[in-house]
């Protein structure tokens, strides 16, 4: 009999970057918010005076369909990552 004693993993890893004069304060809440509706903070989000980026080695919250859900325009959006 085999035994695995390496570490097994089917993750993937996301990216997103939008501007921040591309969306509403009610959507950039929603954004730093969406831990509410994933149950984990699965994604690191990054905000400087011009953007907001997020990053996530363990895509388990789709983030592209959550960011459409709360109305952002996806052509504003730079996405990297399975959606």
């Keep these: ?18 501007g921040l004069h591309d969306i509403t304060a009610w959507q950039l809440k929603k954004i730093h918010d969406h831990f509410l509706v ?18 996530t080695y363990m895509d388990n919250f789709d983030m592209w369909n ?3 859900s709360i109305g952002i325009n996806m052509d504003k959006v730079v996405y990297k990552g399975d959606n």
């Design 38 to 55: 994933a149950g984990d903070e699965a994604w690191q989000l990054y905000e400087t005076s011009d953007y907001i980026r997020g990053n």
């Design 1 to 18: 009999m085999k035994i695995r004693t390496n570490f097994i993993t089917n993750s993937s890893s996301a990216s997103f970057v939008i």
């Design 66 to 68: 959550y960011l459409e």
